[in-house]
């Protein structure tokens, strides 16, 4: 149980930590408007996976991608001089598709209430 808080204080922390390094000293065109939605640690909190979103299209999102790739090291290395552990964890990004999901789950409601029939008109 104590072990379980811990690794959900350490995923707010990095969430929290990352989030103002990419902000404020990741500096490079090619990153798009970043928001970190989640981060998931393993148990033995050797890798954190950092879930994000970005505002743009698919280009965007690629460079963005790209971006969050090759500064890795950077981000990771600015990490651990604010996370005051023993071992920082490996990271790995992943863009967050859930809003996608969500964007398109809503687009197929809309469609079938827009094809549904109006009852309140007589046959």
């Known amino acids: 149980m104590a072990d ?3 690794t959900d204080r350490l995923r707010v922390q990095i969430k929290e930590i990352i989030s103002e390094i990419i902000q404020r000293k990741l500096k490079d065109p090619h990153v798009g408007m970043i928001t970190i ?3 998931t640690v393993t148990r033995d909190l050797s890798e954190a996976v950092v879930f994000y979103s970005v505002f743009g299209d698919t280009l ?3 460079e963005t991608n790209k971006t969050l790739d090759r500064a890795r090291g950077f981000i ?3 990490l651990g001089k604010t996370l005051h552990i023993r071992r920082v964890p490996s990271l790995r990004f992943e863009i ?3 809003i996608d ?3 398109r789950i809503q687009h197929l ?3 079938i209430h827009e094809n549904k ?3 309140s008109e007589p046959e």
């Open 60 to 62: 965007v999102r690629k």
């Open 96 to 98: 967050d598709k859930s």
């Open 117 to 119: 029939p109006d009852d």
């Open 109 to 111: 409601l809309d469609q």
């Open 37 to 39: 939605t989640e981060v």
């Open 76 to 78: 990771q290395s600015e």
């Open 4 to 6: 379980t808080k811990r």
């Open 101 to 103: 999901q969500g964007l």
